[in-house]
């Protein structure tokens, strides 16, 4: 496709990108499903004949330059190719979040206003339909798994296998055209909108040309030197930008590999199949991973445990030191081999990490002993920082510089600087477009020079230039007596226990700070098991008395620590509740990649907070909660109300002079 | 004699539910002295969701051994498909097209989720011992062919994660979804489910009652069961039987089973003022 190309020779849009790889891979695997049990492959060139095909059915369907096309569902090929059909026609791919009830979908089909919809199946169609009631510029719905919506009416619903037999039928009529749209893209053009998950308030839509996508898939890809035999999971939600660059961007740029696995449930089975090379997870994947084996390991016999316990001891102490090439002695070496043929090995290959040669993890910060364990195994293991708006990359690290409390240095082409203020700015070729019809929002995140700001609070380590973040710009505030408040800080201090899921701190304009603690019902119910502790729900287990001596005792731990740094040990929590539900996206009081939504939980739990500062010891309350199918209920419970040990600091005294 | 006839029709979600598939003709069924069934007469229509309802002990679970075979009565007649059946031992009338769940979930709990499923197509294995052992050819083909059907209906019950798991390792509404899954690769005409929502929560049961759903729809299987819950039958059922001490004191749509007095009262409870 030779009028597509830019003078360097690069592919100047996705579609052109696929060409690129038909030519040069055309046999190779791009994608493979499992499906009734057995990994299905397409080649490239067959990924590219099931786009083409999907790209004609829409013409055929009257889709027009520069329409809006919804993709709605779990990780599949079918709808990776949708969106790349979507902008082979001139039309810009919107991928949802496929867990968002009919009302947060129905925000983002209104205001990019879609004209299709593809749907994975049944679930997705029938929130479609109930959002078309109020939101009118859904034209066609378009889906994949027929089952359960054979007798629907089809007047304007269309099975994706007919979408595209019919554009495979018409293309003598449509491939004229087809071919004209294509070459109408260049590298100025909009490749994808993505919807920011919105930790604050209504989700933007963020606008990214096929230069931001593809520069930062060069470049990144160039710098952990991924290739075209590496195989990556896509799991993680379509809607996210990093599956995007992940399951698109790098793939259409090293021709790599995309693996799709058979459901959700299976996750971890897929994973442990393809064995991928480059593997991607929020922190909380490795989280959840971590406390599994450790209860697992608490279940193992004797001798096992011991062996465990003995191997992942050394490995703790000289395996990150062999991951970044650093000196370790020879007797070391043995020892980590035996390690590696008795444990490490065995345990990668169950965790279904033997091959990652690049493994990163991003979203939130991850803590320091999980990120420990895994690179002691001998994974490489790393951190990235990234937004949207930045199509992911702002830092990464490098290999052999990795540690768990800086985010890396600034990626290839990322300029960055920190304002008067603490927060992090960044330019560079991945800079976001624009948000969709929201000037006023562009303004103030992108200035006239192209410097966005982040939102977030950091610096820049003079010594080995990696950046730190301490925590959202928004969030880091002050204190009645005006000493400084960093709830993220803490909240991840606390987070780093197996036994809390989540917690909240408040804090800001107090004299004290408070905090809201969510157990791991994973691992507190497997201690209650093994202690013999009876429960029957949740809120029972949460409010035991020996779970809060547990979580008491967690607490006071983070306070001690929090009171070693002078200029945060404000923040150490005096009091604080274990909630009766988990913090859950369906009701809000998260976003959809789980991250907390401070403004939301302070007015839904006031009744608790009030609580917290008014001295009183327990709290009767009552939540509104939405179940996974939209219907709504109530839960009402008496919490506890426990005061924690704070440690004084040696400087608060001459703090509080000031 | 013959079967009851009826003019097709279809239903407001677009079923179409066809002729009498099975007749059952004053069946009495005794155990020694006691009288499970009492002359009891009802029909089953291609098609159809088709419940059997009533308090314990009315003979609810008699009355599906007799459908499935296990049973034979003393009087009364079975037709299927036109024909009068006559006695059969059970894997007669599972090779005329009726399969079955059980209350007691009865799987072989050492095996694993897909082997127990393969042991629904025993009736599609026509390759001999011999062929089996030497796994050549035929046999092969017959072994892809089952296992594909077998995996068909993995993903329509979503059960693909447990695949490879041993039964006795699953909680008890899993491995009522893998009954579910036996009983569906035979590809039968009649499928009779024996209380598929005993014991489950509130969860469960709808995904359950999905499943029935979602069956009757995609593979036009009919469909008789027995439950006990009330609010379930009315709400996927076509028709509905109800049976009290052995007779049948109601039969028709679940309004019209609703609102008849003698179920109201023998089912539901008398209602005081």
């Not at chain 1, 089809?154 to 004209?180: F, N, P, W």
């Not at chain 1, 970044?324 to 990668?348: A, E, F, T």
């Not at chain 2, 729809?217 to 819950?229: N, P």
Request: aromatic share 8%; glycine share 8%.
């Amino acid at each position: 496709m030779a009028e597509n190309t830019a003078v360097s020779g690069v592919p100047e849009s996705v579609p052109a990108l696929l060409a690129r790889n038909v030519d040069e891979f055309g046999s190779k695997p791009a994608y493979r499903e499992k499906e009734f049990g057995i990994w299905q492959t397409w080649s490239w060139a067959e990924a590219a004949d099931e786009i083409e095909a999907i790209a004609l059915g829409l013409l055929a369907l009257g889709a027009e330059r520069g329409d809006y096309v919804a993709i709605i569902g779990r990780n599949r090929p079918a709808l990776y190719w949708s969106m790349v059909a979507a902008m082979k026609v001139g039309a810009i791919p919107v991928p949802l979040y496929q867990d968002a009830v009919a009302e947060e979908m129905a925000y983002v089909l209104e205001h990019s206003g879609a004209r299709f919809a593809v749907c994975g199946d049944q679930e997705q169609v029938d929130k479609v339909i109930e959002v078309q009631e109020t939101v009118h510029c859904i034209e066609h719905i378009i889906y994949q798994d027929a089952r359960g919506l054979r007798k629907y009416d089809h007047t304007r619903l269309h099975a994706l296998a007919d979408v595209q037999a019919e554009g495979r039928a018409a293309h003598e009529r449509l491939e004229r055209e087809l071919r004209s749209r294509e070459a109408e893209l260049t590298y100025d053009s909009t490749c994808v909108m993505l919807y920011t998950s919105g930790t604050t308030g209504k989700s933007k839509g963020v606008v990214l040309s096929n230069r931001n996508v593809i520069e930062t898939a060069k470049n990144s890809s160039e710098f952990d030197h991924l290739r075209s035999s590496d195989e990556v999971l896509a799991y993680l939600p379509m809607a996210w930008v990093g599956d995007f660059i992940f399951s698109i961007g790098q793939a259409y740029w090293t021709g790599f590999c995309t693996n799709c696995p058979e459901s959700p449930d299976t996750m971890l089975t897929d994973l442990r199949e393809i064995g991928p090379t480059y593997f991607f997870a929020p922190p909380r994947v490795f989280e959840t991973t971590l406390t599994t084996v450790m209860i697992r390991m608490e279940d193992a016999g004797k001798i096992k445990k011991r062996l465990f316990d003995k191997y992942m001891a050394l490995a703790k102490r000289v395996g990150p030191d062999l991951l970044d090439g650093k000196p370790v002695g020879g007797m070391d070496r043995l020892q980590y081999w035996i390690g590696d043929k008795l444990i490490y090995g065995p345990l990668k290959n169950t965790l279904g990490l033997t091959r990652v040669r690049v493994g990163y993890t991003a979203g939130e910060a991850i803590g320091p002993e999980i990120f420990e364990f895994y690179r002691s195994l001998g994974i490489n293991l790393k951190q990235l920082y990234g937004q949207t708006e930045a199509t992911v990359f702002i830092t990464q690290q490098p290999d052999g510089e990795v540690r768990a409390d800086t985010v890396g240095v600034p990626s290839p082409g990322v300029e960055i600087k920190i304002g008067d203020n603490g927060e992090i700015y960044y330019r560079s070729p991945g800079t976001f477009v624009e948000y969709y019809k929201n000037a006023d929002s562009t303004r103030d995140t992108k200035d006239p020079e192209g410097w966005v700001a982040t939102g977030d609070a950091g610096f820049i380590e003079e010594a080995t230039g990696h950046l730190r973040i301490i925590d959202r710009a928004k969030d880091v505030g002050k204190m009645a007596d005006g000493r400084l408040f960093a709830p993220k800080y803490v909240e991840n201090k606390l987070k780093f226990y197996p036994n809390i899921l989540e917690a909240v701190v408040f804090g800001n304009d107090r004299d004290m700070c408070t905090a809201f603690i969510n157990i791991d019902l994973a691992a507190v119910g497997n201690w209650a098991e093994r202690n013999n502790i009876a429960y029957g729900s949740y809120q029972e287990l949460a409010g035991h008395k020996q779970v809060m001596d547990t979580i008491q005792a967690h607490v006071e731990e983070v306070n001690r620590s929090v009171a070693e740094d002078p200029m945060l040990s404000g923040c150490q929590v005096h009091r604080f509740l274990v909630l009766h539900k988990e913090l859950d996206a369906d009701d809000g009081e998260m976003t959809r990649t789980r991250k907390v939504r401070r403004r939301i939980i302070e007015e839904k739990y006031a009744d608790l907070i009030a609580a917290l500062y008014d001295g009183s010891s327990s709290i009767y309350t009552e939540t509104e909660v939405t179940y996974e199918d939209g219907r709504k209920g109530k839960i009402s419970a008496t919490l506890e109300i426990r005061d924690a040990k704070v440690v004084e600091p040696a400087g608060q005294a001459q703090v509080a002079a000031e | 004699m013959s079967m009851m006839q009826y003019q097709p029709y279809e239903t407001e979600d677009g079923r179409t539910i066809g002729n009498t598939l099975m007749e059952m003709k004053n069946i009495t069924l005794r155990f020694g002295g006691v009288v499970a069934i009492k002359d009891i007469s009802f029909d089953i229509r291609e098609g159809e969701i088709r419940a059997i309802i009533g308090p314990n002990g009315a003979g609810k679970s008699s009355m599906l051994n007799v459908v499935s075979g296990f049973y034979n009565p003393q009087e009364g007649e079975v037709w299927f498909r036109g024909e009068k059946r006559p006695q059969m031992r059970p894997f007669e009338v599972a090779r005329l097209g009726i399969a079955r769940t059980f209350q007691n979930i009865a799987l072989f709990d050492g095996m694993s989720v897909l082997d127990n499923i393969m042991t629904g197509r025993l009736n599609f294995m026509k390759s001999t011992f011999v062929d089996q052992a030497i796994w050549w050819g035929k046999a092969e083909r017959e072994e892809t062919a089952n296992r594909q059907k077998a995996e068909e209906i993995i993903d329509f019950l979503e059960i693909q994660a447990i695949r490879k798991t041993p039964v006795g390792r699953l909680p008890y509404g899993l491995k009522k979804r893998v009954e579910l899954a036996r009983a569906l690769v035979a590809e039968p005409k009649l499928l009779l489910l024996d209380e598929p929502m005993a014991g489950m929560n509130v969860e469960e049961k709808e995904d359950m009652s999905r499943f029935i759903l979602d069956v009757n729809d995609e593979f036009g299987t009919t469909i008789a069961l027995i439950e006990h819950d009330m609010g379930v039958v009315m709400d996927i059922s076509d028709r509905v039987v109800v049976m009290d001490y052995g007779k049948k004191i109601g039969d028709g749509t679940p309004d019209e089973v609703r609102s008849n007095q003698e179920v109201i009262d023998a089912y539901l409870g008398v209602a005081h003022d």
